[in-house]
């Protein structure tokens, strides 16, 4: 596979993005200068046209921010549970540098 045209196809995507245009095949095709047959051809092409398809539904629904807002907190929920073990770790061997001081 042609990098290049990996290259063209994900610029384009970014392109139409960042004009709040759709991403169809048909436009990606048109903005990297290939066919869109290439596209349709070429798994690895197709895949980068869905996926940046994929992001912008996603992030544009209600649902899907609601998705992306849960992730955030249960990411969130694990890295403060992480934090109050160590926290309590640190106690502990506080605690007990000071018993042996003693």
């Given amino acids: 596979m042609n990098d290049d045209r ?25 903005r990297a200068g ?7 051809r070429h798994p690895e092409l197709n895949a980068v046209v869905h996926e940046h398809r994929q992001r912008g539904h996603d992030a544009i629904t ?4 609601t998705v992306q807002i849960d992730q955030l907190r249960q990411g969130l929920e694990a890295v403060a549970a992480r934090v109050r073990h160590h926290e309590e770790l640190l106690r502990r061997l506080n605690r007990s540098a000071t018993k042996q001081k003693k």
């Fill in 6 to 30: 990996v290259i063209r196809v994900e610029q384009a995507c970014l392109d139409l993005v960042a004009a709040g245009k759709e991403i169809t095949v048909e436009a990606v095709a048109a």
């Fill in 62 to 65: 209600l649902t899907g921010l």
């Fill in 34 to 40: 290939i066919g869109r047959a290439t596209i349709y």
